[in-house]
């Protein structure tokens, strides 16, 4: 079992659908749950930085985490055809390597105008 | 405020050779970290520098090594190159060692082992 899994996707929906995203995690010492978007032949950007349980909103987007079911869950309201990339989950354990950050594989997503 | 810049964009290389990739940390972040992005998966860490050490390392073989400098820009280097090693090279740096929140990443330099 890898230590963070994610929906493959691709993942297809139109103008203004409500998107979500997920991730389920193993490691029960991640204390930090990070969401980056990634367009084609970019780097990542951060979107959403949760530390701990609990939900987290920003303009359209909303992060969930829910550390009892290693659960986590980025929901995209309103989406545009902007929002088409690669979203990548991302996990810390926090300590002083901060930058060593485990990775989902990414789903790719498309919003169809 | 300049972000992270990485040099080469793209580059071949065959087995066996050695290859060097340059970072340039975005101004006034004094923690840079490697990652390996190949084709279709998420980044991995290779390793992480702060003041000019090495203070994480991920799952990767020694032949993979690294230097930050006093400006704080950081070099990646891979000897003995192998097959698997053709993947997305991505650069990240923060302001801190911990977690302090934003990582930034550069746009990356794509290797190919031929």
């Known amino acids: 079992q890898k230590e963070v899994e994610q929906d493959p996707g691709p993942l297809s929906v139109p103008e203004g659908a409500i998107v979500s995203l997920n991730c389920t995690y193993s490691?029960?010492?991640?204390?930090?749950f990070m969401w980056y978007r990634q367009y084609s032949r970019k780097g990542p950007e951060l979107l959403m930085y949760?530390?701990?349980?609990g939900n987290k909103e920003d303009g359209r987007f909303t992060a969930q985490v829910d550390k009892s079911s290693k659960y986590i869950s980025l929901f995209i309201r309103d989406s545009q055809p902007s929002d088409s990339a690669t979203y990548l989950c991302?996990?810390?354990?926090?300590?002083?390597?901060?930058?060593?950050?485990?990775f989902g594989p990414g789903t790719r997503l498309s919003v169809l105008p | 405020e300049t972000g992270v810049t990485q040099s080469p964009t793209h580059l071949i290389k065959t087995r066996g050779q050695q290859v060097t990739l340059r970072c340039s940390s975005q101004?006034?972040?004094?923690?840079v970290s490697w990652y390996q992005q190949a084709l279709g998966q998420g980044p991995q860490f290779i390793f992480q520098?702060?003041?000019?050490?090495?203070?994480g390392r991920g799952n990767f073989p020694p032949r993979f090594s690294g230097l930050q400098f006093p400006n704080y820009s950081s070099e990646l280097n891979v000897n003995a190159l192998e097959l698997d090693d053709s993947a997305l090279y991505l650069c990240?740096?923060?302001?801190?060692?911990?977690?302090?929140?934003?990582?930034?990443f550069g746009e990356g330099s794509r290797l190919t082992v031929l």
């Open positions: 990240a740096s923060s302001l801190g060692q911990g977690i302090t929140g934003e990582l930034f």
């Open positions: 490691n029960s010492a991640f204390q930090y």
């Open positions: 949760t530390y701990s349980s």
């Open positions: 991302a996990m810390s354990v926090g300590d002083n390597y901060g930058q060593n950050f485990v």
């Open positions: 101004s006034g972040h004094n923690t």
């Open positions: 520098y702060y003041r000019e050490e090495e203070n």
